[in-house]
């Protein structure tokens, strides 16, 4: 009878200590374990993702006395690739966006004209170093900007190309979606001016652009 008990009793025992040891387990992968899912592991940023974008800008036209800004809202799309180096990853990058141009103004040298930048593309290249969930960048394109003028002797309503070059931070908040800070510097080319009283003389826009904005990854 006491051998019965004994052996009852050494079963209850072990049947307590190996749900300890299951429930342990659990607590462990629940909250103090690594996982493959663990921020600690870094974040993809292979893919393709869609977004939209708001900041300022401030513009200047050659030998412009007077500088004016104002604010600027759109859309851009494009395509990440990461790839494993050997000592980091790198991520390579593709972006397509077009920008909406309010209140902005540049004065030439003649206060009575000015040129009014109303939209804004551009076709970039990225380059970034991700570091856990952020993405720190450098980019660099072609642009094109549509700006109108007060008088034709700026050469009228017409398309304007150029270059940028930038750079700026993204992070990722989840795995679909990411938020981003930028800054750009635009030089567009030169319009040759119709005016008599400027022969022979060119314009050129700049414009340097600070902005945030957010993407959706699919």
């Known amino acids: 009878m006491r051998r019965r008990c004994q052996f009852a009793l050494a079963v209850v025992v072990l049947s307590s200590i190996q749900a300890a040891g299951a429930q342990a387990q659990t607590s462990c992968r629940s909250l103090f374990c690594p996982s493959s899912d663990a921020p600690s592991q870094g974040f993809n940023w292979t893919g393709y993702y869609a977004g939209l974008h708001a900041g300022y800008t401030r513009n200047s036209a050659k030998d412009s006395p007077q500088i004016d800004g104002g604010h600027l809202g759109g859309l851009q799309a494009g395509y990440n690739l990461q790839i494993a180096g050997s000592s980091s990853p790198a991520v390579f990058g593709v972006e397509l966006e077009g920008s909406y141009l309010w209140l902005q103004r540049s004065r030439p040298s003649h206060i009575s004209k000015t040129i009014d930048p109303l939209w804004l593309g551009a076709a970039k ?86 902005k945030a904005g957010m993407n959706i990854r699919f």
């Open 125 to 210: 290249l990225r380059y970034g170093m991700p570091i856990g969930g952020f993405l720190p960048f450098v980019t660099g394109g072609i642009a094109m900007i549509y700006r109108e003028n007060t008088n034709s002797g700026l050469g009228g309503s017409q398309w304007q190309a150029g270059y940028l070059v930038g750079g700026g931070i993204e992070y990722a908040i989840t795995s679909n979606l990411s938020i981003k800070a930028e800054y750009n510097y635009f030089r567009m080319g030169k319009s040759p001016s119709s005016d008599r009283l400027e022969f022979l003389q060119t314009r050129s826009l700049s414009s340097q652009v600070a």
